[in-house]
């Protein structure tokens, strides 16, 4: 079945600490992969998105995320955590099989300590 | 371009009635999804339409239902609510469904 899973659903950074959110997928061909963010009360907003073209993809408010195949990972990044960047991130997978749904992982809430 | 909108932010029901929810995609936008999330269940897919066709579903009752309209608006119906659908419902846009979806802000209904 293919899939995307999000490691850890709590995760805490101290403000200006690296923030690392994880996310595996499971598929048989390279897919599509995607970080959403979600604010309190709001839909999501896309970050970025990887569509093969490279596999260090960066997004909007300093976030960048790495495709590596070897891993099936598409983790997301940012060097320095800002108190902005308190919000729930979702990953989220397409693939030519999927019959053009979308999957989205269970969400990872970030907290940031100021 | 406008983004999603989406008709009521909040709306309140008691068990038993049914609700119409309403979603505005951007404009050239054919693929319209719809999501319900809750704390406990998280995102959950319901359906897709494409050009006024139901192109895929999720797993939920038949008393989620939805339509698209040939100017790709899409409403959302639910009957006979029960406590358990008390939740945020998402709608989101694409151009071809198979693309970046763009998310609308929500519907959040609460069921007593």
């Known amino acids: 079945a293919q899939s995307v899973t999000q490691l850890g659903s709590h995760v805490s950074v101290s403000e200006g600490a690296l923030v690392l959110l994880r996310c595996n997928y499971s598929s048989s061909v390279p897919p599509y992969l995607f970080w959403y963010v979600q604010y309190p009360n709001q839909g999501l907003q896309l970050l970025l998105k990887y569509t093969s073209a490279a596999t260090l993809v960066k997004g909007i408010n300093g976030f960048e995320a790495e495709f590596k195949k070897s891993e099936t990972s598409f983790h997301l990044t940012k060097p320095s955590a800002h108190m902005s960047d308190a919000a729930e991130y979702f990953c989220?997978?397409?693939?030519?099989?999927?019959?053009?749904?979308?999957?989205f992982g269970t969400g990872t809430s970030l907290t940031v300590i100021p | 371009k406008a983004g999603v909108t989406q008709t009521p932010r909040y709306l309140i029901k008691t068990r038993g009635q049914q609700v119409t929810l309403s979603c505005s995609p951007i404009?050239?936008?054919?693929?319209v999804s719809w999501y319900q999330q809750t704390p406990g269940q998280g995102l959950q897919f319901l359906f897709e339409?494409?050009?006024?066709?139901?192109?895929n579903k999720g797993n939920f009752p038949g008393r989620f239902s939805g339509r698209q309209f040939s100017n790709s608006r899409s409403e959302m119906n639910v009957s006979t609510l029960e406590l358990g659908d008390s939740a945020l419902y998402l709608c989101a846009s694409s151009s071809l469904g198979a693309d970046t979806q763009y998310f609308g802000p929500g519907t959040r209904l609460t069921v007593l």
């Open positions: 404009s050239g936008h054919r693929s």
């Open positions: 989220a997978f397409y693939s030519p099989n999927t019959g053009n749904q979308f999957y």
């Open positions: 339409y494409f050009s006024e066709t139901q192109r």
